[in-house]
């Protein structure tokens, strides 16, 4: 006989399937996302940083990278992992595999995506095309850059695409890169495009079209770009920043006009840091649950199969360059740093004046000249190596021998070379990038001053014997900036490439040594700089962190933490030294604090920010530099 269901039992069971149902799909909506972002890394693959008693780097490397990359798949729900470019150039994996070995490693870790950096072009897009084409098959991993014309070299759009689409637990999540048009580039018959806000809203665009529920922009453009995008391109949830080499502590929220925060974020550079954001997406609405910027330093374990694999890379390196890992150079006693204290009138840096006192005694000139730009990483203390020399001039590529820039000597009139550097100084007010470093020469310099004038003349010395204008100079310089000044107009004479690279150079010098050492020598004086002093803190009791981002808008964050109850003030200083503003003044107890800075009202330039801490029996003042770009 068969059985007969209740009507109420039946309609109970209906209703808590219905339940059950409005249940599961309401939770559903709670989906949890973490991102894992890199950016910069310019093949520092097997780390960087000092060196310990094995002459292992502390800090960074793909080793490292990898081993985190897995403890974060291993602990978070829907892991997205990202590079924002410029994996190229930077050290002899470079220059002798072109790349290959790290879009390997990216594969091989399941990368969801990588953005084109302009370095990605600095061998021209074959060297590019064929680096690719030996690491992985077209499709398989999503290359990413919108605002490149492939038309020239066709064969690149097998790799490259301007978005692609990811869907995860029913998000679907639009992901599109753009890359930088820098001038020193080489990306030829490749066109990068300066149309970056239309591009950029076109691509956001079709993604919303297709339905995406996130949009999320890699991009390899620098927090000036990326600050504009988010505030005028509509529909962008996320930008992954890159080529600042900026460490962003928090991801800087600007309001977007599709009515939300877009988060913009940058990592730093050569794996030494990545960047970890966890997000859920309820209903609709992304939501930002925590983000951290974390350390890949001696703490995080190295992963033993991309070691191997990087050992065996080794050999055909030192086939090529010789022994470039193990050999000692020389010791560096300190780290001789490619950077200065702005604080301080002193423009010259210690890697500046090393490397161009190298090279002035290979040539045997009267001046030599580099630009803090064709500098890279500092020369860390420890055991120096080829591969630590390699890095710190890493630009360019000779196909004689696979080395860096090669040295040009000329002649140049002291009016000739006045003005030189006079351009040059005018382009470093908006990029320090450009911004000269010598040896046998010595100036003061007013940089608020206009073209023309921006050298104080009288202090303008050759070999410490004042210049004479109309006198003749030997000069050395890499090509690069020879290219620049011809670039410039720059007159010169009796040219000579000499076959050195800047490489042998550096080598050679540091070799007559048994340990070095180098330090800010005062050859450039920005003598407008003289009102912010920048008395030495008290690490331990306090310490003022780096605003982010810098450069900035509009908003920036300023951090800082002290261990001692006191007093604090935080002021904003103009490059004149004239107090703009006070951010705070209030007594604090130990702990961690932000503070927002709004230079709404104020043009761009740069600015200093100042910590001053009173406790019982003492005052400690500390001063950092920021730059306002609107």
């Known amino acids: 006989m068969k059985k007969i269901v209740p009507v109420h039992i039946y309609l109970s069971f209906i ?109 021209g897009p074959a060297v590019l095309f064929a680096a690719l084409s030996q690491s992985f098959l077209p499709g398989s991993l999503p290359v990413l850059s919108a605002n490149l014309n492939m038309s ?58 297709s339905g995406c529920n996130v949009i999320i922009c890699l991009s390899h453009l620098g927090y000036g770009y990326d600050s ?81 694999f990087l050992d065996s890379l080794k050999p055909g390196i030192v086939s090529k360059y010789g022994d470039v890992f193990t050999n000692t150079v020389s010791y560096v006693i300190r780290d001789i740093a490619p950077s200065f204290n702005e604080l301080m009138p002193e423009r010259d840096t210690p890697l500046g004046n090393f490397i161009n006192d190298a090279h002035k005694r290979t040539t045997g000139s ?84 206009a073209l023309g004038y921006k050298i104080l003349l009288p202090t303008m010395k050759v070999n410490d014997t004042l210049i004479s204008l109309t006198g003749i100079y030997s000069v050395t310089a890499n090509e690069g900036l020879f ?22 150079s550096i080598a050679n010098y540091a070799n007559q040594f048994r340990k070095i050492s180098s330090g800010t020598k005062g050859r450039l004086k920005d003598v407008s700089v003289t009102s912010v002093k920048n008395p030495v803190a008290l690490a331990k009791e306090f310490e003022l962190f780096q605003n982010y981002p810098n450069p900035f808008n509009q908003t920036t964050i300023i951090n800082y933490q002290t261990s001692i109850t006191g007093n604090i003030r935080i002021k904003v200083f103009d490059i004149a030294g004239r107090e703009l503003t006070t951010l705070v003044n209030e007594r604090k107890n130990p702990g961690k604090y932000s503070v927002l800075f709004d230079a709404g009202s104020l043009s761009s330039g740069i600015y200093f920010y100042q910590l001053s801490i009173n406790s019982p029996g003492r005052e400690r003042l500390e001063a950092k530099k920021m730059l306002l770009i609107k």
């Open 15 to 123: 209703t808590l399937i219905f339940a059950f149902f409005i249940f599961t799909n309401s939770y559903s909506q709670n989906i949890p996302f973490t991102i894992l972002h890199f950016n910069d890394s310019h093949s520092n693959l097997t780390g960087m940083g000092p060196k310990n008693e094995f002459g292992d780097y502390l800090k960074g490397g793909f080793d490292r990278a990898a081993s985190l990359i897995k403890s974060v798949r291993s602990t978070d729900s829907n892991v997205m992992v990202f590079h924002i470019g410029d994996y190229s150039t930077g050290s002899f994996f470079f220059n002798r595999y072109f790349g290959v070995p790290e879009l390997m490693l990216f594969k091989k870790y399941n990368f969801d995506a990588i953005a084109l950096g302009n370095h990605e072009f600095d061998l």
């Open 152 to 209: 020239g070299f066709p064969a690149l759009s097998s790799y490259v695409t301007p978005y692609n689409i990811k869907t995860i637990d029913g998000v679907k999540i639009g992901l599109f890169g753009l890359t930088i048009p820098d001038p020193s580039s080489n990306p030829y018959p490749v066109v990068i495009s300066d149309s970056i806000l239309q591009i950029a809203q076109s691509t956001v665009s079709v993604l919303q079209s």
């Open 228 to 308: 504009q995008i988010a505030s005028l391109v509509s529909g962008i949830h996320i930008i992954l920043g890159a080529h600042d080499h900026s460490t962003f502590l928090q991801p800087v929220p600007i309001p977007n006009p599709a009515g939300f925060n877009t988060l913009v974020c940058q990592a730093g550079s050569y794996y030494e840091h990545a960047g970890k954001m966890n997000l859920v997406y309820n209903k609709g609405t992304l939501s930002m649950t925590g983000y951290q910027l974390i350390d890949i330093d001696s703490n995080i374990p190295r992963d033993d199969s991309v070691r191997a």
């Open 366 to 449: 009267q001046i030599s000249l580099t630009a803090i730009g064709l500098m890279s990483q500092p020369l860390y203390r420890g055991p120096l190596t080829g591969e630590d020399i390699l890095r710190s001039v890493p630009y360019g590529y000779d196909t004689s021998n696979g080395l860096d820039l090669k040295l040009v000597k000329f002649n140049i009139t002291g009016s000739e070379l006045k003005r030189g550097l006079e351009l040059v100084l005018y382009a470093a007010t908006s990029d320090i990038s450009y911004l000269p470093q010598t040896s046998g020469l010595t100036f003061d310099y007013n940089s608020t001053l």
């Open 483 to 504: 290219k620049a000044l011809n670039l410039l107009g720059i007159t010169v004479s009796n040219v000579e490439v000499t076959g050195i690279n800047e490489y042998t």
